[in-house]
């Protein structure tokens, strides 16, 4: 399982560009951290931007709750989502708003690091 050192040390183990573009994908999103009274949805999507837009604010988020994340490690991955069309990723993505998801504690107390070092 991809642990987020692991996201950030490999990346990408496909073309979700090709892979998206030729089929319409769903896939489980889950917000729950492992917390099985909260649940999650399939979203379904059409363009990877889409799946990069849903993802990227609370894995950004998981990663500003683990105390040991430097600060400046953190504002260098807030710049590099802004830089790829994430306008907040500090807020909860348009298909969390969407589908009404509720996020574990984790991803809010990320949230609420990304907030007190951008805002």
Same mark, same amino acid.
């Given at each position: ?5 692991n996201?950030?040390d490999i990346g990408l183990r ?10 319409d994908?769903?896939?489980?999103f ?7 009274s909260?649940?999650?949805?399939n979203?379904s ?10 993802i990227?604010s609370?894995?950004?988020?998981? !990663?500003?709750a683990?105390p040991?994340? @430097?600060?400046?490690? +953190?504002?260098? *991955?807030? #710049?590099?989502?802004?830089?790829r069309?994430?306008?907040s990723?500090?807020?909860p993505?348009?298909a969390?708003?969407?589908e009404?998801?509720? !996020?574990a504690?984790?991803?809010?107390? @990320?949230?609420a690091? +990304?907030?007190? *070092?951008? #805002?």
């Open positions: 399982m991809d642990v987020w050192q996201i950030n496909c073309s979700p560009r090709e892979d998206v573009g030729n089929v994908t769903t896939f489980p889950d917000l729950s951290c492992g917390n099985p909260i649940k999650g949805t979203l999507i059409d363009r990877v931007e889409d799946t990069v837009a849903a990227w609370p894995l950004l988020a998981r !990663a500003a683990i040991t994340k @430097g600060d400046h490690e +953190l504002c260098r *991955l807030y #710049e590099d989502a802004v830089n069309d994430i306008p990723p500090h807020e993505s348009e969390e708003v969407d009404k998801l509720e !996020a504690e984790p991803i809010i107390r @990320g949230r690091r +990304l907030r007190a *070092l951008v #805002e």
